[in-house]
């Protein structure tokens, strides 16, 4: 009513740093991206607690709240892989364009890459299931994989394909001559490794 009749509005004050209430849903955000970057630049077991909360900018002891520690932590990133996964992980789609988008995704993310390489080298990986090669099984009976190929080596090889660029840039410059990071050897890696899938149908 008095702001109808022109009475002035009192000014509001900033809410002090103690009186902000705390949002969830934001700092469940911000600690698995502070997770993921830690994880990728340390790996699963260089990478601290403290350090995570501390580039998050909230306690460390939200990482038990929200998570249930650190453990936890790498479980949630590998739920937020399986749902981004699901949306360009098409089995209709031919075998050299489905390892293509996932040599979108890495180059989009190299984080997840980088984790991988991390765990791997240290023996790190929490939860460590056989991977479900029943897709690889199925693309052998279409012919798209040759009856002599072990689906499990073309997985493995698949993998590689996709991971080497980003785990070995060093690589990529000594080999290609060329800027790991760069469009024009993105494209010309994109297109060998077109080349090398269809290869396997041979």
Not at 94 to 103: A, F, N, T
Not at 145 to 150: K, N, T, V
Not at 166 to 192: I, K, T
Request: proline share 7%.
């Amino acid at each position: 009513m008095n702001e109808m009749q022109g009475t002035p509005k009192k000014p509001r004050r900033a809410p002090a740093p103690d009186e902000r209430k705390l949002d969830p849903e934001r700092s469940r955000r911000l600690l698995l991206e502070a997770a993921m970057d830690e994880f990728a630049e340390k790996g699963y077991a260089g990478a601290r607690v403290q350090d995570i909360a501390d580039r998050a900018g909230v306690n460390k002891q939200l990482i038990n709240y929200h998570f249930g520690g650190k453990e936890g932590l790498y479980e949630e990133l590998g739920r937020q892989w399986l749902r981004r996964e699901a949306e360009f992980n098409d089995p209709a789609l031919p075998l050299d364009e489905l390892v293509l988008r996932y040599l979108e995704a890495a180059f989009a993310d190299p984080r997840g890459t980088r984790l991988n390489a991390w765990c791997g080298l240290a023996g790190a990986v929490p939860d460590d299931a056989p991977e479900d090669l029943s897709d690889l099984r199925r693309r052998q009976i279409d012919g798209e994989i040759a009856e002599d190929i072990d689906p499990a080596m073309a997985m493995l090889l698949c993998v590689s394909l996709v991971s080497a660029p980003l785990a070995m840039p060093h690589a990529v410059r000594r080999f290609f001559g060329a800027d790991p990071e760069s469009p024009e050897f993105r494209e010309h890696y994109a297109e060998q490794v077109r080349r090398i899938v269809r290869r396997l149908a041979a």
